[in-house]
């Protein structure tokens, strides 16, 4: 299964519709050509009250592929950023939202690489060092009319360093700290679905971080 996010809004290709079928989807589709994928895609997009919409095919890579295919890709990779200690990991405010760093990869560049280099350009972090390969995450958004896909490689990293903190601001980064898994579920309405997915693969994480609607807004 792939959870493909459009704002905080999601679907879900699926070759097990049995089994990934929930009950809250509010709409379905068995993928049959481009052209009525396309048309899916964009009525999902138009309609806000479709909050979950599953697309089922006898093979998830290829319908990923097919779902890629309606629109620009780009790469990127971000991190997952812990303390020495491992007591608090990295967090900042970007348009509202909590997020962590993540950026395109560049030219020649691995998925490693650019997750190194995208912490240390947003967050002014240096002695990096990566600890292991988290999920990959999915999202489509617009850049002007242009439609964009992109796939983010996550990675979970360890500051070896005592340096401080410095945001990007060309990036529109507000703010940026350390937080506890525990204080995180104070800010869980206050960030994107995809960053949950991060969060809850790690398993440093994964028994502390709640369901977005189980916190109550501060």
């Not at 940026?176 to 960030?191: A, K, S, Y």
Request: with cysteine; glycine share 4%; proline share 4%.
């Amino acid at each position: 299964m792939y959870k493909v996010f459009f704002k905080d809004r999601v679907v879900v290709l699926t070759s097990r519709i049995e089994k990934d079928l929930t009950p809250d989807f509010n709409a379905i589709l068995k993928y049959s050509n481009q052209g009525e994928l396309k048309k899916f895609i964009q009525n999902f997009e138009k309609n806000d009250n479709i909050k979950t919409a599953i697309i089922y095919w006898h093979n998830e890579r290829e319908l990923l592929q097919f779902y890629r295919d309606c629109y620009k890709n780009i790469l990127a990779a971000g991190g997952l950023v812990w303390n020495q200690k491992a007591e608090k990991f990295l967090v900042f405010k970007r348009l509202g939202f909590v997020d962590l760093p993540k950026g395109k990869t560049e030219k020649d560049e691995t998925f490693e690489q650019a997750a190194l280099r995208e912490v240390t350009e947003e967050c002014g972090l240096n002695e990096l060092e990566i600890l292991n390969p988290l999920v990959t995450t999915y999202h489509t958004y617009y850049i002007g009319n242009q439609p964009i896909f992109k796939e983010t490689k996550w990675f979970e990293m360890r500051h070896n360093g005592n340096g401080s903190l410095t945001a990007q601001t060309e990036e529109y980064i507000e703010s940026i700290w350390w937080v506890t898994p525990e204080e995180f579920n104070q800010l869980i309405n206050f960030t994107y679905p995809s960053v949950l997915q991060v969060l809850s693969s790690s398993e440093r994480l994964h028994p502390y971080i709640k369901k977005a609607g189980d916190v109550p807004r501060l």
